[in-house]
């Protein structure tokens, strides 16, 4: 069983600011399960995203687990950023959106193994 969205992104906050990385929801989805996904804005124009990672990442030994892939190898500008989050709630709007910034681009987040 998977740990509830709301709880895990106020975890996830918790631990941003634990650091002294400032983070905020920006679009709140469904309490239960919506899916995730994470902007680290660089403060410098670009952002990198971070979105939920494939079904095929998970291991049934840890089905609680909450994964995530990088959208794009390497920083975008905030536009295409926004723009790909726009569709994405347009496509489900339960999903959750949080955005961190931090200039070194940490985002505490477990990243599947690709």
Known sequence: ??????????????????DGVFG???HRGAEEAGAVFVKVSLLDGNAMLYVP????????G?????????????PMPESAVEERLAKEL???????IVETEDRAGR???DLART
């Open 53 to 60: 990672a494939p079904q095929t990442s998970y291991d049934d």
């Open 24 to 26: 905020a929801v920006r």
């Open 1 to 18: 069983m998977r740990l509830k969205s709301s709880i895990w992104v106020s975890a996830y906050l918790r631990r941003c600011q634990t």
């Open 107 to 109: 985002h505490f987040l």
């Open 90 to 96: 347009r496509f489900d709007p339960d999903a959750w």
């Open 62 to 74: 840890r089905p609680a687990d909450r994964f995530f892939v990088p959208a794009a190898p390497q």
